[in-house]
């Protein structure tokens, strides 16, 4: 495994960021590749090589493959702003699904040997739990249809031409680095966020819909082992937290280790699922996967983190497709 060349995208981005880390402890010899649209220049580890650019610039991707025969591809980079993404079509595809192709066809032309992909549990869709890989898919958003479509293109391109890959599913994953100042996305960031900044915590709906909130360092290294792990190859592996909470225990857990008292502003629910919770099983036993964090002491690591870096701005997405149904917390320009 020693300097393997490996190619990382996303890795200005929160959980990119951490791969690199992860791969540079393991030997890799790391090109980290990101276009800075919802990343961070010094989240990259300087022990990697930087490239500021885009999976949707083809040019560019040959030209790395060419210069460092990547062994492996991390395909980190995403928009993963599952409400958003029916509001934003056109970019969800064009950056979530083409953008994953282009790498593909550079993958299978330069003849990598395994593809890491991180796909969503958004892929799984409503009414599926708990979430088990073998599940027929039923994505019912934009994001996870384009996930899905890359899981489904990359089992063809490993019939076909005999690229070997490896999915993983990892679901509300939080910690350090991460983008605060996201107003769309980042449920753990957008509060502290809005704590830093004296505002109440808006929760859509009654706040009692739940998910499994996953601490990073329970994900990172597992993506990093990856392809390293023979019986990992060419199969498909939720990753995260095993507990499941409701949005309101979410709210009042980062308000402890933020140091106030809980303050929900309760907004209209949004259409979304209203429980997602996954099994790993699959995954302990390939990996020996056991998380080790609780969502409380992953709270505590990423507020102190988040304590000393202080308030990211929010930014407005831009340009939308549609803006019909928009939810009204979304129309202006902060967060409440």
Not at 57 to 67: A, E, N, P, T
Not at 118 to 139: C, F, H, K, R, W
Not at 221 to 241: L, T
């Amino acid at each position: 495994m020693a300097e393997a060349a490996s190619l990382v995208t996303g890795a200005a981005g929160f959980m990119g960021a951490h791969v690199v880390d992860e791969l540079l402890a393991r030997g890799h010899r790391v090109v980290a590749l990101d276009d800075l649209s919802g990343g961070f220049a010094d989240n990259v580890n300087p022990k990697a090589q930087f490239v500021s650019g885009s999976v949707t610039d083809v040019k560019l991707l040959q030209q790395l493959c060419r210069q460092h025969r990547f062994a492996y591809i991390f395909h980190l980079a995403a928009y993963a702003a599952e409400g958003l993404s029916h509001f934003i079509r056109r970019f969800n595809y064009e950056n979530n699904l083409i953008g994953s192709v282009n790498l593909v066809n550079v993958a299978v032309n330069h003849d990598v040997k395994c593809f890491v992909f991180t796909s969503s549990i958004a892929v799984y869709g409503p009414n599926q739990l708990p979430m088990t890989e073998d599940l027929t898919p039923q994505p019912e958003d934009p994001y996870g249809i384009a996930k899905y479509a890359v899981e489904l293109d990359l089992r063809a391109a490993h019939e076909l031409f005999g690229l070997n890959y490896v999915i993983f599913r990892p679901h509300n994953v939080y910690g350090e680095r991460q983008n605060i100042g996201d107003r769309y996305r980042n449920v753990v960031g957008i509060f502290m966020n809005n704590i830093l900044q004296g505002k109440p915590l808006p929760i859509f709906g009654d706040g009692e819909q739940s998910r499994a909130f996953s601490y990073i360092g329970d994900v990172a290294p597992v993506i990093a082992d990856s392809v390293g792990v023979p019986a990992a190859c060419n199969q498909v592996f939720n990753v995260g937290a095993d507990q499941a909470y409701s949005v309101n225990e979410l709210g009042r857990t980062v308000s402890r280790a933020m140091g106030v008292e809980f303050r929900p502003h309760y907004l209209p629910a949004r259409s979304e699922v209203k429980h997602a919770y996954a099994t790993h099983e699959k995954t302990a036993r390939v990996f020996g996967y056991t998380p080790r964090y609780s969502l409380e002491a992953g709270v505590v690591r990423m507020a102190a983190w988040v304590k000393q870096t202080g308030v990211r701005q929010s930014k407005n997405f831009g340009a939308l497709d549609i803006e019909k149904n928009l939810p009204v917390s979304w129309q202006s320009k902060t967060t409440p």
